[in-house]
């Protein structure tokens, strides 16, 4: 890993008047086999996401995700139409806001995509980001290895696949786009890889070392914090190894990393102040979430999404959600592991790279070890650090999606660097033969759990009742009619504000500011949520209505929203009539205009 490669032999001088035409030549030798190599991992994306394309419905597995996407597709679309602040949006959480550097906003993708989506909508944006991220991700590590790392290109298609397509990535996948954009990671680590190759060199690595982490910070943040510290174990690792070499290249390494710091510090400063110190910024995940660990007992199974898929019930045992199957990378894939542990050990870049991925495995298993499903007191190293700031953000088990680019880059070096030849292609038809089992299948799809947003809304009735700068409540509260109402926001262009909705927020007036999804839940919305969950009618008294006129005032809602085909819907009718008084039928929704009952204290 540490040397770099000519994968091309050097042509042989042509006569003077053909020497224009040899780098032409040149260039369509090599450039021919990557458009292929690009063409097939798009078609691989393409194979993946296709259910999406077809409009099958949307992604079984996580139908929330890509609502809270398209959202902030749109919401990047309205810095250009309406001049919307790019880190902090009003129209949702009302009346706190919402932080979005602190929620992925992925700004890197929704920005650019942003005349897509104002043309042909936010799904589309979507797909493009999903289908994208995928097939940039395995051919931009393809670049990388058949450039820099390997000199055999069958071992850097390999590896660029892995990279791309291995379980964990086709995981992610289901609503998580900004996670499968790893387009930018073998660069900042081919990057780093350079100072070494070029120590002279070190104001060009550390100015481009720069615009990367600028630019993967508007992808995914908790992509390039792995990314960083998989850099600094690894390095460490091959400088104990190699002391004298170290030594010499530490200054030049440390101007590069200090100019790279200065320029994205300057440039991230002001980004990076809302998220940590902006309005509802928020200090760690919820505490269920970093507790969220893998599985010991799941890198000898498949994902439910390979072709030797595993069951539902097998998946949900050893991973925390369908969208977080990091490590089923399966028996064959183990040993084949083993071999390219033997392979490589005798160098020392392979040494380190071989025990930093055993490091992140084992961090990836959570503060205490899970096995088969089953907690025990077996604590791991993520027990002592995940309060630690920027670790208490990182969710453990994606730690191990982190082992999918190491896992790439021993398959790739194991290949290139078996001899003899004969023994070489043995080598690699034993290395297919692992990876198959656990070869991607098309994403499953179902029909959305949220309902089709109301006519009241896609025929703009709404404007005739909410006012100018209007909250909305979509009512009974709770978790399904929050995202409806992020759904009715995507179909009017986010054009009214919103109580609640998806996304990590503190709780207000919780002094340790830990992040929470969705909205805390006043008196008057709690009891709204208990009659149309429980379907229990409720007694409403004056203490209610007094209680209604606090929440509401303090909340700023102007208008509550009934979709008449909502479940017990006439038990929830029922309840806020006896708050509000009689509501207006409007098209299919019930509507309750409260700004009087909020202004005076009595039914409007």
Same mark, same amino acid.
């Given at each position: 890993?540490?040397?770099t490669?000519?994968p091309?032999?050097?042509?042989a001088?042509?006569?003077?008047?053909?020497?224009?035409?040899?780098?032409?030549?040149?260039?369509?030798?090599?450039?021919?086999?990557?458009?292929?190599?690009?063409?097939?991992?798009?078609?691989?994306?393409?194979?993946?996401?296709?259910?999406?394309?077809?409009?099958?419905?949307? @992604?079984?597995?996580?139908?929330?995700?890509?609502?809270?996407?398209?959202?902030?597709?749109?919401?990047?679309?309205?810095i250009?139409?309406?001049?919307?602040?790019?880190?902090?949006?009003?129209?949702?959480?009302a009346?706190?806001?919402?932080?979005?550097?602190?929620?992925?906003?992925?700004?890197?993708?929704?920005?650019?995509?942003?005349?897509?989506?104002?043309?042909?909508?936010?799904?589309?944006?979507?797909?493009i980001?999903?289908?994208?991220?995928?097939?940039?991700?395995?051919?931009a590590?393809?670049?990388?290895?058949?450039?820099?790392?390997?000199?055999?290109?069958?071992?850097?298609?390999?590896?660029? !696949?892995f990279?791309?397509?291995?379980?964990?990535?086709?995981?992610?996948?289901?609503?998580h786009?900004?996670?499968?954009?790893?387009?930018?990671?073998?660069?900042?680590?081919?990057?780093?890889?350079?100072?070494?190759?070029?120590?002279?060199?070190?104001?060009?690595?550390?100015?481009?070392?720069?615009?990367?982490?600028?630019?993967?910070?508007?992808?995914?943040?908790?992509?390039?914090?792995?990314?960083?510290?998989?850099m600094?174990?690894?390095?460490? @690792?091959?400088?104990?190894?190699?002391?004298?070499?170290?030594?010499?290249?530490?200054?030049?390494?440390?101007? !590069?990393? *200090?100019?790279?710091?200065?320029?994205?510090?300057?440039?991230?400063?002001?980004?990076?102040?809302w998220?940590?110190?902006?309005?509802?910024?928020?200090?760690?995940l919820?505490?269920?979430?970093?507790?969220?660990?893998?599985?010991?007992?799941?890198?000898?199974?498949?994902?439910?999404?390979?072709?030797?898929?595993?069951?539902?019930?097998?998946?949900?045992k050893?991973?925390?959600?369908?969208?977080?199957?990091?490590?089923?990378? *399966?028996?064959?894939?183990?040993?084949?592991?083993?071999?390219?542990?033997?392979?490589?050990?005798?160098? !020392?870049?392979?040494?380190?790279?071989?025990?930093?991925?055993?490091?992140?495995?084992?961090?990836?298993?959570?503060?205490?070890?899970?096995?088969?499903?089953?907690?025990?007191?077996?604590?791991?190293?993520?027990?002592?650090?995940?309060?630690?700031?920027?670790?208490?953000?990182?969710?453990?088990?994606?730690?191990?999606?982190?082992?999918?680019?190491?896992?790439?880059?021993?398959?790739?070096?194991?290949?290139?660097?078996?001899?003899?030849?004969?023994?070489?292609?043995?080598?690699?038809?034993?290395?297919?033969? !692992?990876?198959?089992?656990?070869?991607?299948?098309?994403?499953?799809?179902?029909?959305?759990?949220?309902?089709?947003?109301?006519?009241?809304?896609?025929?703009?009735?709404?404007?005739?009742?909410?006012?100018?700068?209007?909250?909305?409540?979509?009512?009974?509260?709770?978790?399904?009619?929050?995202?409806?109402?992020?759904?009715?926001?995507?179909?009017?262009?986010?054009?009214?504000?919103?109580?609640?909705?998806?996304?990590?927020?503190?709780?207000p *007036?919780?002094?340790?500011?830990?992040a929470n999804?969705?909205?805390?839940?006043?008196?008057?919305?709690?009891?709204i949520?208990?009659?149309?969950?429980?379907?229990v009618?409720?007694?409403?008294?004056?203490?209610?209505?007094?209680?209604?006129?606090?929440?509401?005032?303090?909340?700023?809602v102007?208008?509550?929203v009934?979709p008449?085909?909502?479940?017990?819907?006439?038990?929830?009718?029922?309840?806020?009539?006896?708050?509000?008084?009689?509501?207006?039928?409007?098209?299919?929704?019930?509507?309750?205009?409260?700004?009087?009952?909020?202004?005076?204290?009595?039914?409007?």
């Amino acid at each position: 890993m540490s040397s770099t490669v000519t994968p091309l032999a050097s042509e042989a001088p042509e006569p003077a008047p053909q020497l224009a035409e040899a780098p032409r030549r040149i260039r369509i030798r090599r450039w021919v086999p990557d458009a292929i190599v690009a063409a097939a991992f798009l078609g691989m994306a393409v194979f993946v996401t296709y259910g999406l394309w077809r409009g099958d419905g949307v @992604l079984r597995e996580n139908r929330d995700d890509p609502i809270f996407f398209q959202w902030m597709l749109i919401h990047a679309s309205r810095i250009f139409t309406h001049g919307e602040n790019p880190f902090f949006a009003e129209q949702i959480n009302a009346p706190f806001g919402l932080n979005l550097m602190a929620n992925t906003s992925a700004l890197g993708w929704a920005i650019p995509l942003a005349p897509v989506t104002i043309l042909f909508g936010p799904w589309i944006s979507f797909l493009i980001m999903l289908t994208a991220g995928l097939a940039g991700t395995a051919y931009a590590w393809y670049h990388v290895f058949s450039r820099y790392l390997v000199s055999n290109r069958a071992a850097a298609i390999i590896g660029g !696949a892995f990279c791309g397509f291995a379980p964990g990535m086709i995981s992610h996948a289901q609503g998580h786009p900004n996670i499968v954009s790893q387009f930018l990671v073998p660069f900042i680590v081919l990057r780093v890889i350079k100072l070494r190759e070029d120590p002279e060199r070190w104001r060009r690595n550390g100015l481009i070392l720069a615009g990367l982490v600028i630019y993967q910070t508007f992808i995914n943040e908790e992509v390039l914090f792995l990314t960083a510290l998989i850099m600094v174990v690894f390095v460490a @690792l091959w400088a104990v190894q190699r002391r004298s070499e170290a030594r010499a290249l530490l200054v030049p390494t440390l101007k !590069a990393a *200090g100019l790279c710091l200065a320029v994205a510090g300057v440039v991230l400063a002001y980004p990076l102040y809302w998220q940590f110190f902006g309005t509802s910024a928020y200090h760690g995940l919820p505490l269920g979430v970093q507790g969220m660990g893998t599985d010991l007992l799941a890198v000898k199974s498949y994902s439910y999404e390979s072709v030797l898929g595993g069951t539902h019930a097998t998946a949900s045992k050893l991973a925390s959600s369908g969208s977080e199957e990091n490590t089923f990378f *399966g028996v064959p894939l183990l040993y084949v592991l083993l071999g390219v542990a033997v392979v490589l050990v005798r160098s !020392a870049a392979g040494r380190a790279l071989l025990i930093t991925t055993v490091w992140f495995w084992w961090l990836s298993l959570g503060p205490y070890v899970l096995i088969g499903g089953e907690a025990t007191e077996i604590k791991t190293p993520w027990y002592y650090i995940a309060e630690l700031p920027l670790f208490n953000s990182v969710v453990p088990t994606r730690i191990g999606l982190a082992l999918t680019p190491m896992i790439g880059v021993l398959l790739a070096l194991a290949i290139d660097r078996f001899q003899p030849v004969r023994f070489r292609i043995l080598w690699t038809s034993i290395v297919i033969a !692992a990876l198959l089992p656990i070869a991607p299948t098309p994403l499953d799809t179902s029909p959305p759990h949220v309902p089709p947003t109301p006519v009241f809304f896609t025929s703009g009735a709404w404007r005739e009742v909410v006012p100018k700068d209007g909250v909305v409540l979509s009512t009974p509260p709770g978790w399904v009619p929050y995202l409806s109402a992020m759904s009715w926001q995507l179909d009017t262009n986010l054009d009214f504000d919103i109580v609640g909705g998806y996304y990590l927020a503190p709780t207000p *007036g919780d002094p340790t500011r830990r992040a929470n999804f969705g909205p805390a839940y006043p008196p008057t919305m709690r009891l709204i949520w208990y009659v149309g969950e429980g379907g229990v009618d409720a007694l409403i008294t004056d203490e209610h209505r007094r209680q209604a006129v606090k929440d509401f005032r303090d909340y700023k809602v102007t208008t509550l929203v009934l979709p008449v085909t909502q479940p017990r819907s006439d038990l929830v009718k029922n309840t806020v009539q006896q708050l509000l008084g009689p509501p207006r039928l409007i098209e299919d929704c019930w509507v309750w205009d409260v700004r009087q009952f909020v202004a005076n204290g009595v039914p409007g």
